[in-house]
């Protein structure tokens, strides 16, 4: 069975153009969750999907920062327009209910110049 | 608020020795807590997971455990290997996250293992 899928792997930006990061989870699993990891640190929720809605978008910065889910399947965070501060690692997880273990995907790694 | 917090930041050991490592958290209310193994440029790997209601959890050579009243877990690796070098984080699920799933991640313990 394929594990969650995310791509591109790296990205390398300047500053103020928009990124697009997008992630296809593990087939069957309607809980889909963003997840922003600073070098050193653990991960931070940024979104969580149920199926397609944003059940908990509280710590996404809206002024740069949407992300969609259109058909409760893959997902795509954008930014726009990204900044220096941005650059890090963007994981993608999903699991079968919000109770059950988070599957993660290998991360998207984002420089911003 | 919800902290958690992981020492040492890195650790060094030589092939074969039992190691532990060591997470804390601030707030008890959790559901459970999870231990991952994170490798370098690669995404997090589930290794344990300890329900609130539980003291400890084992796989193979890993053994965590779960003391939810001190807001401490440890885990335990028996005669570790090269392979096992990789950075261990721990993450708890906070009580009233249940519908949320969300979970808190310490800052990790990165290990190696040398041989």
């Known amino acids: 069975e394929a594990g969650v899928v995310q791509s591109p792997r790296y990205k390398i930006i300047e500053k103020k153009q928009p990124v697009a990061f997008w992630c296809n989870p593990i087939?069957?699993?309607?809980?889909l969750y963003w997840y922003l990891q600073n070098l050193g640190q653990g991960p931070e929720l940024l979104i969580r999907?149920?199926?397609?809605?944003?059940?908990?978008d509280s710590q996404l910065p809206k002024d740069r920062f949407s992300a969609e889910r259109l058909k409760g399947v893959d997902s795509t965070l954008k930014i726009q327009p990204a900044e220096l501060g941005d650059s890090a690692v963007y994981l993608c997880?999903?699991?079968?209910?919000?109770?059950?273990?988070?599957?993660f995907g290998p991360g998207t790694r984002l420089l911003v110049l | 608020k919800q902290e958690v917090t992981q020492i040492p930041a890195a650790l060094s050991v030589p092939e074969g020795e039992n190691l532990v490592l060591n997470c804390s958290f601030t707030?008890?209310?959790?559901?459970?807590l999870q231990w991952f193994r994170q490798d370098p440029g690669k995404g997090l790997t589930s290794l344990l997971l300890?329900?609130?209601?539980?003291r400890e959890q084992t796989s193979g050579r890993l053994n965590a455990s779960l003391d939810k009243s001190s807001g401490r877990s440890t885990l335990y690796i028996a005669a570790s290997q090269p392979g096992d070098s990789a950075t261990y984080l721990c993450?708890?699920?906070?009580?009233?996250?249940?519908?949320?799933?969300?979970?808190?991640f310490g800052q990790g313990t990165t290990l190696q293992v040398k041989p």
């Open positions: 993450a708890v699920r906070p009580y009233g996250s249940g519908n949320t799933g969300k979970l808190i």
């Open positions: 707030d008890s209310a959790i559901y459970n």
């Open positions: 997880a999903s699991s079968s209910g919000t109770a059950e273990t988070q599957y």
């Open positions: 300890i329900q609130s209601s539980q």
């Open positions: 087939s069957g699993h309607n809980t």
């Open positions: 999907y149920e199926n397609e809605e944003a059940v908990d």
